[in-house]
């Protein structure tokens, strides 16, 4: 264990997630396992420019495990972006005594402390905290398997209403580079169609599609849209294509929005959050630096910060195929 390191920062930077309170809390009492004063940066970056630290031991994060959200905050900082606020935030690390931060956010986030890093050969180690589960390094980031749960709760819903009605509803998930969410929600709500921004299903085969389900008796119909999709340039625009062009159909559009980021965090989330605080803390105290930590087949894996913002975590094709099968 290396012993230059006495004081640990952590923040959480970019969207919230369930699970980073989960994040917290593991890495502040990992902190005090080893005899390390943890410090809390609030607001994230911007927080850390204008030196928004506080104390945290393990008392300071009782009953957090289970609520979503972030404690600490969270907000984007333009000011971080440019050499005169990373050299305020390094000031305001150095005045505190602080040694190294862990991160807990995106790929914005991780461009940020690589950044820093680089400029002032400063500890830092990310964990991948986002609903979009599209960090390359992880099969699963923080939030992402609440936010399906969510998901696939809220569409059993819209389902009850569509089969009473006869109904179409295009349904709108988050995810505008990536379409997991979508794509794994759809399949466990049993949705019909599922648009993502990596396949093209295009608007004829959607078509085709809605046509073959009602020739096959289906009553009502559910389409999980990812915001990112390409093939219109909105859910509302999709809703009015299919009105026009399959009148059969009476059609409803539910946006799901920020329902999504909330909520307390699932089994899953809190334990995986355990598991990366942990290895975060240790990895630093190691002397290790500029990864991510991340869960690969089951087992905590460092990825370089770099491969981790600008490798690509592909859509699980086989699942494309199980949904079409699944769909029939």
Known sequence: MSKSITKIGVLTSGGDSPGMNAAIRSVVRTCAFHNIECIGIYRGYQGMIEGDFKEMGPRSVNNIVNKGGTVLKSARSVEFRTPEGRKKAY???????????????????FTGAEIFNNEYNFPVMGIPGTIDNDIFGTSHTLGYDTALNTVVDVIDKIRDTASSHNRLFFVEVMGRDAGHIALNAGIGAGAEE?????????????????????????????????????IGKSVFELKDYVEENLPEYEVRVSVLGHM???????????????????KAVESLLEGKSNFMVGILKDVIELTPLEQAIKGEYPIDLELVRVSDIMSI
């Open 260 to 278: 999504q980021r909330g909520g307390a965090p699932s089994c899953f989330d809190r334990v995986l959050a355990s598991r990366l605080g942990v």
């Open 194 to 230: 599922i648009l993502i921004p990596e396949e093209d299903l295009g608007l004829e085969r959607l078509l085709e599609s809605l046509r073959k389900s009602k020739a096959s008796g289906k009553s009502s119909s559910i389409v999980v849209v990812s915001e990112g999709d390409k």
């Open 91 to 109: 000031e305001k690390l150095t005045e505190a005594g602080i040694d190294a931060f862990i991160v807990i956010g995106g790929d914005g986030s």
